[in-house]
């Protein structure tokens, strides 16, 4: 019934007069299915592919129909697999949607442990790094992700450390000690081979993240200090981790104050326009860390 449908619609949409002969051909396949019913069954246990459907082309062929009208039989047929391909993609999209994959469970991850990174003790080069590292532990504390943002390291640094100490203080260099791994399981793993390093740009910048294991878990390198190194190995930065997040407290969404109006900008000084976000997180010790990303500030505003 479809394709007999479209037939008749196809035709009247290209302005096509049918003959009498193709008329009386179509009425002739209206009234069997009439006759024989949907699905163009004698026998109810018949599937549909069965049904001789050669035998109906040829009379339509012998006929001169399709001859005459072969643009509008291609048309026809054409449509017909449009409908059925977009009925399979459809089921496909719909059984897909009926069975979501599961989201990653928060709880796999134990709370970040996290540091701000200083001048290593003693060390008097002319670099001066900045940043924060945190370092997060899994439930079954196999691998930790160590992230990092840091400034002021060596300029186009390759493979630099970044490593975990067996010491608790940077204040003193002689109380760093060497790398923290479990000696009993493992060979010392803070190396470039096992990605504990970064890659820094032109400017001295680096950012990006790392998964690795030193057999230690979260209780056993809380505490602990975070060394970053040039190039050439020497210590530069230093960091104790502690201080695990807990709570991510909120984001404020920053503009201009009430009443606030900002003069026309100058050559000397631009127009104070702040935006930006502020997301405020609970620190342990009754600690909290603020952290603003924000542009349109006072230039080389100190303090």
Known sequence: PHATLAARMFLQSRHHSATENSKEIIDKMDMEMINKGPGFKDDPEEEFHDEPLSSKMNEIISQGFFQKHKKAVIGVVTVMLVIVTTSIITTSLTKDKSTPSKPRSRSRWKPTLLTDIDIYPGYAGPLVPRGRVSVRFEDDESEMLVR??????????????????????????????????????????????????????????????????????????????????????????????????????????????PGYYSAVATKTMPKIMPNGTIRVFDLEDDVIRIRADLNGLQPICIK
């Open 148 to 257: 990092y943002e840091l400034e002021g390291v060596e300029f186009n640094c390759k493979n630099c450390g970044i490593h975990i100490h067996e010491g608790t203080s940077c204040d003193d260099p002689d109380l760093v000690l060497l790398h923290l791994f479990n000696s009993d399981t493992m060979n010392d793993p803070w190396n470039a081979t096992s990605r504990s390093a970064f890659d820094s740009n032109q400017d001295g910048l680096a950012s990006n993240a790392f998964v690795m294991s030193n057999g230690m878990g979260y209780s056993e390198t809380k505490g602990h200090a975070l060394v970053i190194h040039s190039q050439d190995g020497t210590r530069i930065g230093c960091g104790v981790l502690g201080n695990s997040m807990t709570t991510n407290l909120g984001r404020a969404q920053i503009g201009l104050y």
